[in-house]
Structure formats: C-alpha cells, structure tokens
C-alpha cells in the first residue's frame, strides 16, 4: 500500500480520577472523562462512515498514557480505550503505537535518584545507551509488563508494519530522567539510542519518530493560582538537557541535530494543546494536544495521511 492514515493521539491521563483528592472532585473528573472519551469514539464512528478515505489504519499515542504508571492505569487503557478503538476502527493491536511520557514512570522508584545538574557544560552527564536503556526500563515496569510484552527493549524501537514497508515508526523516550517538578532543561532522550536504532532503518523509508516532550523551545499555557484567583500564562519551556541540543559538548551532532536531520515528522505531546505543523531541519513537527485532562475540557487529535 503506497498511503497510510495516522491518527495521533496523546496525554491519555487513565487512572487519574482515582488519585484526584475528594470524592467530589473524583467524581467530577470520571464523568468528564468518560463525556470526552465517548466523544472521542463518536467521532471516529462519523469518520469511518463519512469519510472512509480518512479512516485510520495506524495509531501513535505520544505518551502519558497513565496517570502515575500504575499497572491499574494501564488496565483502564486496556479496558476502556484500547479495546474500543481497534473494535471502531477494525486494525490489529501491533497497528497501535506508543511510546512513554512523564506520567508513564514510577515516581516512587526515582524520586531519590540525584539528577544531573541542569544545563552544566561539562563531561559528567553521561549519553544514554541502549544498555543504560535496559537498566532505568525498571522506572516503568508497568508500562513495559503491559505495552511492551514485558520486553524492555520495546520501550525504544524501530518498527514497521508489514502492509507498510516503506514506513518506519521509531518510539524513543524523553522521560528516563524526570523526577519531581519542574523537569525543564533535565531530560534526554538518548542520541546513542536512535543512532543504534537507525543502523536498521532504511535510508529511503518515511521516517516516523515519536517521543513525549517537544526537543526545542516551545510555549506552553500554565496555570496559576493565587488565593481564590487563577490565570493562565503563556511561557517558553525547553524541557531537553542541554548535552542533548548543544554541540559544544557532544561535537557537531546531538541528539536534536540528529533527529531533526534523519526524521520525516516528529510526533509529540506533553503540553495539551493545539499546535500548527511546523518544519524543523528536515522534518515536520506535530504536537498532538490531550484527549483527556482534569483541566482539558475538550480532546485534540490529529490525521495524518501521508
């Protein structure tokens, strides 16, 4: 087949009406939930039927699927989200994508491993490696038990589908270092990895790779409270360390070079909301907003027919 459609979904958030504090406020967020959520069928129902040119064959999931990487989140998921979806749009389960976000760790396994310093110019941040890799998959064991066939390795993979083969999607992800708030300027996502991972790839393939956090600086709306008022704010974050974007510590390639030079898009999320597809290097970027949030009343998604 010469054409494909992507949906792109992200921010799942399952499991978090069960962590919200007081049965009010959890009963208010599964019923918001499950509105949304049924919403988000309906129109892929409209879709299939109106527009079955666009009916989705492949879905990439940006990360969070879970709320706090319980394995109950990934159960949810399971349960209320991913049997559905491949009953509405009649695919295989190996058609649906995902790679892991902040919500997707293990905070109690992590929360007293020192980080690296932020932005430090020096030689004592080490580059993740695909071994690295296999040590930290422990921070999201309930992730890998139940999306990745308990193989660690599939946390970060080349894949590509057989009715495709001119495609690959590669998984990556930028969320081995979160910890507490605030992540910025403290994450990497591996250049070791992908250049491991693309020794596989074929140089003349569509090049899909997906990861959490958006690799450059980018504005994101955040919320705050002071006494009885809130407002909302638009700042610029950059969530990458910075011995993944500067080459002065690496050379002439880091890990965002690297990225924005090998892929054909760029798939995202992490900051719930609408952005415009956007060219960086070589590649389209496409951040995805939330399909669901305790403060996101409506989803976002996306096709993608390439």
Known sequence: MDEVVILHISDLHFGISEVSTGNRRQ?????RQEETLNGFFDTLKNLSIKEPNW??????????????GGKEDYE?????FLSKLIDILEIEEENIITCPGNHDIMRGRVERINRHPKDAIDQGVPELTKEEMKAEADFFQNYVETLCNNDPEKICQAISL???????FMTLNSA?????DPDEGRLRVGLKIMEALMRDVPSENCLVTIFHHPHTRIQDVIEKSSGNHTEFVKVDRQWLHVSEREPVITGDRTFSSFVEEKSTYILNGHIHQEKSPEVIGKAIRLVSGTVYSDDT???HCRLLKI
């Open 27 to 31: 009963e208010y967020v599964r019923d």
């Open 55 to 68: 009916k989705p064959q492949i879905v990439v999931i940006s990360g969070d699927i879970g709320w706090q």
């Open 76 to 80: 949810q998921y399971r349960k209320d």
């Open 162 to 168: 057989k009715n495709w083969p001119w495609i690959t």
């Open 176 to 180: 081995w270092d979160c910890r507490k």
């Open 297 to 299: 009343p409506r989803f």
